[in-house]
T-cell receptor, first 112, second 114 residues
Framework: GENVEQHPSTLSVQEGDSAVIKCTYS??????FPWYKQELGKRPQLIID?????GEKKDQRIAVTLNKTAKHFSLHITETQPEDSAVYFC???????????FGSGTKLNVKP | EAGVAQSPRYKIIEKRQSVAFWCNPI?????LYWYQQILGQGPKLLIQ????????DSQLPKDRFSAERLKGVDSTLKIQPAKLEDSAVYLC????????????FGPGTRLTVL
């Protein structure tokens, strides 16, 4: 099956700085890559996603890039704010439609 | 639209006891998932339903875990008997599958096994 690795496990940045979280995957057939944000004690929520036929996608302060050849994708958050503090999970959709394999998560701390 | 509902939100049991969790997906969502999220890890899929049929249960410990989705709507996940290592948050999610990849998560049930 698919194997998704995510790093770093923790990331601390100053408010206003950028944050980058990276994930790699093993199954070259994977073609959908969502990112979820999970605040403490709350449910994971989709913040951005990308399909394999696209190299980059942006939504205001967040962006995701995908390198299919290298099998890695990254989340970029610019102008970070304290409310961005949360755990972020990447995922890759495996061979079975809608079966997600999640990374281990990155705890982002934005210091005011 | 209303979100995915789960109950209970918290449960504390002794090892070897039984426990059941309930999930009500978003109306119209044919696909339902149960995930186990151990502290500090990402969600791990336990079972996936399409309507009331099982699509994938390859990571469900079938000697102690069972799940059903009667009538293709609500679902229950049961653990019998529980072990200490079952302590985790159990997340239910649903999706429209053929219209969208997005999975919508419920608030989860935090299980502590003592």
């Amino acid at each position: 099956g698919e194997n998704v690795e995510q790093h770093p496990s923790t990331l601390s940045v100053q408010e206003g700085d950028s944050a980058v979280i990276k994930c790699t995957y093993s199954d070259s057939a994977s073609n959908y890559f969502p990112w979820y944000k999970q605040e403490l004690g709350k449910r994971p929520q989709l913040i951005i996603d990308i399909r394999s036929n696209v190299g980059e996608k942006k939504d205001q302060r967040i962006a995701v890039t995908l390198n299919k050849t290298a099998k890695h994708f990254s989340l970029h958050i610019t102008e970070t704010q304290p409310e961005d503090s949360a755990v972020y999970f990447c995922a890759a959709e495996g061979n079975n439609f809608n079966k997600f394999y999640f990374g281990s998560g990155t705890k982002l701390n934005v210091k005011p | 639209e209303a979100g995915v509902a789960q109950s209970p939100r918290y449960k504390i049991i002794e090892k070897r006891q039984s426990v059941a969790f309930w999930c009500n997906p978003i109306s119209g969502h044919a696909t339902l998932y149960w995930y186990q999220q151990i502290l500090g890890q990402g969600p791990k899929l336990l079972i996936q339903f399409q309507n009331n049929g099982v699509v994938d249960d390859s990571q469900l410990p079938k000697d102690r875990f069972s799940a059903e989705r009667l009538k293709g709507v609500d679902s229950t996940l049961k653990i019998q008997p529980a072990k200490l290592e079952d302590s985790a948050v159990y997340l239910c999610a649903s999706s429209q599958r053929f219209r969208s990849h997005e999975q919508f998560f419920g608030p989860g049930t935090r299980l502590t096994v003592l």
